[in-house]
């Protein structure tokens, strides 16, 4: 990982004194087969089919995630398959104009939302902690709810496919064509409330995603050495905090708007379908990102392996990475460089679009620098990985030309932006995966592959792809716009239209091919090596297939470096390294520093559980409530929904003392509810700045909306200024006051007298929640009339939410307080609660100051 | 003038040797200022892109074969951001050259409406008495930029011309306006670019350039033609 | 704890000095076309074009300011903020350098 040489273990050790680093000393062997048994039973899955809803285990779930996306990877490729049918011939009658509209605006959909997120997320999720040296991820119960929303919400989309109300409005859902005037019935709704809901699950992904790479590496692991893979999906999982937000947003204000009539795109009522883009893309542009990183991070991985080298240019990497984290978020107007914005604003987008191929470039010549440096062997991942070469670059450079605003002018809305955007995403995501698949099935299976197939796959397929899509440049630029389902008067599109659609089919032979070569090798293939490729990341120090607990002990330092990783296994497997074994009879793992890895405490995991399918089951039933316009019954759907969240917290508390974990000799850590700052500590900042991100987008729309919408003017406001003051003083009164309370509580839960503090906090926080309610229902102007009205109350929505959250977090303080959880150091939940209750303050104080100087209080 | 030909000829050469016949939709077979522009930026773009990708190429097949030790501030630095940065400033530098002279500054002598809705144009033009309705044809002059300010009824649309001039969206509650000109009189196609539901794929319409001394008197008597068969939703 | 997530945020400074001025240089353009800001005169140009130029200044001083503070370039542990100060000045250079040779709305 560092150091290339190969240094014996004692030497190594001495540089990492020198250099300032720490040691751990190894733990007495133990019986490796013992600890295994031990191990098994406190980590392993429910039996039967239990197991299966119960089931938290990282493995599992990343697998389950990853074989789920395979199945909607291949549905919406029968969808693109009939799309290519009914283009085939010029007045193909195979689909109406209805269906092939919900056709292929569900392809789109379900590739983005339903097939290349979660297949990521499951990458992430089975490999990191393999790769980081731990044996789960941060929140276990976390990544099942994940896979259940993502599971429901897809199975959502999918059932309204198959009963022929699927959304048509396009993946992009542009109103006002999404808005209930033109887009009656529920299929929008069914977009809207189907993607919020599988983006719950993204939330959720990145948040644990992000944690588990800042504070469960392997001791010793510093953050500047870790595997490149962890630093791509680092930068995905911030990604998807900043990111999905904007889209959430939006679909909530279309959702509302759609079922309550509040006017946020309407322009006859103040609205802007250019707010709409605005948040789409702000999302739309990083998603190509968040896709393309994590495959990019599966090529830094693979490429120095196949070619017996490491790779070139770590540093430069990493800032190229930070480099894509940000600038994506700068390139999104060029989405909508036709919608009449100014020239020099197009003008920044163009710049920050080529910009954005910069820190690609560095990463593509970082690449093939490495395969200079050393031998490459094609092995089949490498196939796949030219596959890469060949195809991403031809769509990166597309991409330049329509980041040049003229070219975009013509090139927007063309089949030329279809050819652009399938070379950037089959090329940039769907070869990298599959070089991913190919290089990780023995790992994940035990087995060795079938000869033969696989090649026969990967040209196939490369065959089919550029016979697909190369042909779609030349099809744009002669005219053919997007979306259109039958072209009469064009017969110079037919022969690319025939083209396309012939070699598309061959490319759906070959990735049926490559789906028979993953089974085949799954159920036939013959027991592969340990660690075939001499890969040097701990991901293949382990036994295969992997153990339910990956590593009966964490590598310490001592055991890091390793190069290959097999010389980390067997230490690993007796039980030399931190933390061996289970003798506690609970799911333990390391928690470290951020950014050296020293160990900073032991966390306890809950075990296996249902209550995430539960959970997951209630946001559907709200979901579906929601969609047949049963809009009343939804509060008893949200109340399950709390008291589900209410048990999820109580599963996290602890009535008794935790002595200190002896993780190695000398080395004594304190378990995670006497830490100082736990998993849960990080997470939080993780979902508040998801949540910042929200709040920040509703301050972008209101701006937007006040200042550049062009729309009439809001009428007079009906309130007078001096009756919402008040209100507005007293929520955010409350708010400060609660923020002051759980300070005192936590001082006064040291000497075991909280109680007053927590009832005072309760009590305030219900009484700024009661301030907002009044002013919500009381004293605002009607949110239908205008869109200052309805963003106004939004605002009041978003603030009345989080007093409702602290309300909750000190009720739920009492309840600890009453079961003696809040004594002796052991502070439960009043450290999230203050992160919690001072993020409203904040909010309440912007969203109140935002409604003053937009005028009319 | 002469030269100007000599490259239109040129430029639809290649791609109707490619696709054989007839490219009323094609932006590659310019019949105007704007369109001409665009299309010789793309093949400025494309010679440049395909040198690049040879490169990238190249670059790839090398390293097959014995281990060379290469610094690894060439790769990133040199040729990752060096190289690559000055391509693309020369490539940014060409876009905004070109969109800043098609940009419509000032306003044109001929100004014209586009209205669209769900599926139909309605057209507002100088006729030889006042202003003229058309559905579905647009009357221009010949020879001079024209300016057509684009607004949508119901959705968003978009206003296409390929052989005249890139597109700008209809969106309702907002006047866009688009330069364009046909160098030479005839019919030229257009469509609506932007989804905008059932009937999208069936929002053709024309723009009917006039030589400019028959122009405003000819817009008459097609624009009955036009409008026997049209009616608005 | 502390050094690690110290060391994060000045990696992320460059970038995030960027992200900062990009967007309120847009917010003025956007809002500065909307308002009528560029028909106000000053000696230096338009009120409209003097306030997005002050941001993009302050902004490429601040990324200039970190690439004095951050010199190391020894180990990739110092070199990470350098660079992290490098990406914000270049994007910042490069992607706002339209506002002075452009027209602005």
């Not at chain 1, 039973?41 to 779930?61: F, K, M, S």
């Not at chain 1, 680092?234 to 509040?262: C, D, N, Q, Y």
């Not at chain 3, 074009?49 to 503070?69: I, K, N, Q, S």
Request: charged share 10%; glycine share 10%.
């Amino acid at each position: 990982m560092s150091d290339p040489t190969a240094l014996g273990r004692e030497s190594r050790a001495a540089a990492r004194s020198r250099s300032g680093a720490f040691d751990i000393p190894e733990n007495p062997p133990q019986r490796a087969l013992a600890l295994h048994r031990a191990l098994t039973a406190v980590w392993a899955n429910d039996p039967g089919w239990r197991g299966q809803i119960t089931a938290v285990n990282h493995t599992t779930l990343g697998l389950r995630f990853m074989a789920t996306a395979l199945v909607f990877f291949a549905i919406g490729g029968i969808l693109a398959m009939l799309i290519r049918t009914q283009l085939a011939t010029p007045e193909g009658a195979f689909l109406d104009t209805e269906l092939y509209n919900q056709i292929f605006t569900m392809h789109g959909s379900i590739m983005m939302f339903l097939f290349a997120i979660p297949m990521l997320e499951g990458l992430g999720i089975y490999m990191l902690p393999k790769m980081l040296g731990t044996r789960d991820m941060a929140f276990p119960r976390l990544t099942a709810l994940g896979y259940w929303c993502y599971l429901f919400g897809g199975l959502i989309m999918l059932g309204a496919l198959f009963a022929g109300v699927a959304p048509r409005d396009g993946w992009f859902m542009y109103t006002p064509l999404s808005g209930a005037t033109y887009s009656p019935g529920i299929n929008a709704d069914v977009w809207l409330l189907g993607v919020t809901f599988v983006e719950i699950s993204a939330i959720a992904a990145a948040v644990e995603i992000t944690v588990t790479i800042l504070r469960q590496r392997a001791p010793g692991m510093k953050l500047t050495e870790m595997p490149l893979f962890a630093w791509y999906m680092l930068g995905t999982s911030v990604m998807m905090l900043a990111g999905f937000p904007p889209l959430i947003l939006a679909s909530v204000l279309l959702e509302i708007e759609r079922a309550f009539g509040w006017p946020f795109f309407e322009v006859a009522r103040g609205g802007d379908p250019l707010l709409w883009q605005h948040l789409f893309w702000l999302f739309g542009h990083p998603e190509v990102y968040i896709i393309f990183l994590p495959a990019a991070g599966v090529l830094s991985t693979i490429i120095p392996v196949m070619c017996r080298t490491r790779i070139l240019g770590y540093g430069a990497i990493v800032a190229s990475i930070v480099a894509l984290v940000f600038l994506s978020f700068g390139l999104w107007v060029h989405h909508m460089f036709t919608v009449g914005i100014p020239h020099m604003a197009l003008a920044f987008f163009s710049a920050a679009s080529l910009l954005v191929a910069v820190p690609t470039a560095v990463q593509v010549f970082a690449w093939i620098g490495t395969m200079w440096q050393g031998r490459p062997e094609l092995h089949l991942p490498m196939y796949h990985v030219l596959g890469f070469f060949l195809t991403f670059v031809m769509g990166g450079l597309t991409g330049v030309m329509l980041a040049l605003v003229p070219f975009n002018w013509q090139a927007h809305d063309t089949a030329f932006v279809t050819a652009h955007l399938h070379y950037v995403l089959i090329g940039g995501f769907v070869f990298p995966i599959m070089a991913a698949a190919t290089y990780w099935m023995p790992q994940i299976t035990g087995r060795a592959r079938i000869r033969g197939v696989g090649e026969a796959a990967f040209w196939i397929i490369l065959i089919g792809f550029h016979g697909t899509f190369f042909v779609m440049h030349l099809t744009g630029l002669l005219g053919m716009p997007r979306r259109i389902d039958i072209y009469p008067d064009n017969p110079e599109w037919i022969w690319l239209n025939l083209t396309s659609s012939i070699f598309s089919f061959v490319m759906t032979i070959g990735f049926a091919l490559f789906a028979l070569d993953l089974f085949l090798q799954a159920t036939l293939g013959k027991r592969s090596a340990r660690n075939p490729w001499q890969a040097p990341t701990l991901d293949w120090a382990l036994a295969l297939p992997a153990p339910a607990y990956n590593f009966a002990s964490l590598p310490g330092p001592r055991l890091l470096t390793g190069e290959p990783a097999r010389p980390a296994l067997l230490p690993l497997a007796r039980g030399e390294g931190v933390l061996p074994g289970a003798p506690r009879g609970r799911r333990e793992f390391l928690v470290t520093s951020i950014g050296a890895a020293r160990p900073d405490h032991v966390a306890v995991l809950p075990g296996n559980t249902a209550l995430p399918l539960w959970l997951a089951g209630a946001i559907a039933l709200f979901v579906l409530l929601m969609l047949s316009g049963h809009y009343i019954w939804t509060l008893p759907a949200l109340t399950l929904v709390a008291a589900l969240i209410w048990r999820w917290g109580r599963g996290l508390t602890t009535e008794q003392d935790h002595p200190a974990v002896e993780a190695a000799p000398g080395l004594s850590l304190p378990v995670h509810y006497h830490a100082h700052a736990s998993l849960g500590h990080t997470g939080t900042i993780c979902l508040l700045f998801s949540n910042g991100a929200l709040f920040a987008s509703l301050l972008f729309g209101l701006g937007f909306l006040t200042l550049v919408t062009p729309g009439p003017d809001a009428p007079e406001a009906f309130v007078p200024g001096q009756s919402a003051i008040p209100a507005m003083a007293t929520v955010v009164a409350g708010l400060a006051l609660g923020a002051i309370g759980v300070r005192l509580a936590r001082h006064a839960v040291q000497g075991e007298r909280g109680t007053g503090a927590l009832w005072f906090s309760a009590v305030v926080n219900a009484l700024a929640l009661l301030a907002v309610a009044i002013l919500g229902l009381g004293l605002m102007d009607d949110p239908t009339t205008h869109a200052r009205d309805a963003l106004r109350g939004v605002l009041a929505g978003y603030v009345a939410l989080h007093a409702l959250i602290c309300t909750g977090f000190a009720a739920f303080a009492l309840d600890q307080l009453r079961r003696g959880e809040l004594a002796n150091g052991r502070t439960g939940t009043l450290k999230t609660w203050r992160f919690w209750q001072d993020f409203s303050l904040a909010t309440a104080l912007l969203a109140g100051a935002a409604a003053i100087m937009q005028g009319g209080v | 003038m002469r030269g100007w030909k000599v490259k239109r000829l040129i430029m639809s050469a290649v791609p109707l040797a490619l696709a054989g016949c007839d490219t009323e939709l094609s932006a590659l077979s310019p019949a105007g200022p704007a369109a001409a522009q665009i299309a010789w930026l793309w093949w400025g773009m494309l010679a440049a892109s395909s040198a690049l990708f040879l490169l990238v190429l190249v670059l790839v097949a090398m390293s097959f074969g014995a281990p060379r030790d290469v610094p690894a501030r060439r790769w990133t630095h040199t040729l990752g951001v060096g190289f690559s940065l000055a391509v693309l400033s020369v490539f940014l530098a060409a876009g905004l050259w070109v969109g800043e002279r098609l940009v419509p500054r000032g306003a044109a002598a001929v100004e014209v409406r586009a209205h669209a809705f769900q599926w139909g144009w309605r057209f507002t033009q100088p006729g030889p008495r006042g202003m003229v309705e058309t559905h579905d044809v647009l009357h221009i002059p010949a020879g001079e930029p024209v300016d057509v300010i684009v607004t949508a009824e119901d959705v968003i649309h978009a206003f296409w011309v390929p052989r005249l001039a890139g597109k700008i969206d209809a969106v309702p509650g907002r006047q866009n306006r688009l330069r364009l000109q046909a160098d030479e009189p005839g019919r030229y196609a257009g469509m609506c670019a932007e989804f905008c539901g059932v009937g999208h794929a069936i929002m053709p319409f024309e723009v009917i350039a006039h030589p400019s001394e028959d122009w405003p008197q000819a817009v008459t008597a097609t624009a009955r033609d036009a409008d026997s068969d049209g009616g608005e939703q | 704890m502390a050094r690690g997530a110290l060391w994060l945020g000045q990696v992320l400074a460059g970038p995030a000095i960027w992200a900062v001025t990009f967007a309120a240089v847009y917010a003025l353009h956007g809002t500065g076309c909307a308002q009528g800001w560029d028909a106000m005169a000053t000696p230096v140009g338009s009120v409209h074009r003097l306030a997005m130029a002050l941001a993009w200044g302050a902004g490429l001083l601040a990324c200039g300011g970190l690439l004095l503070r951050f010199s190391g370039t020894e180990t990739r542990w110092q070199a990470l903020p350098r660079m992290g100060a490098w990406i914000g000045l270049g994007a910042t250079l490069f992607s706002l350098f339209p506002l002075i040779v452009l027209p602005a709305c």
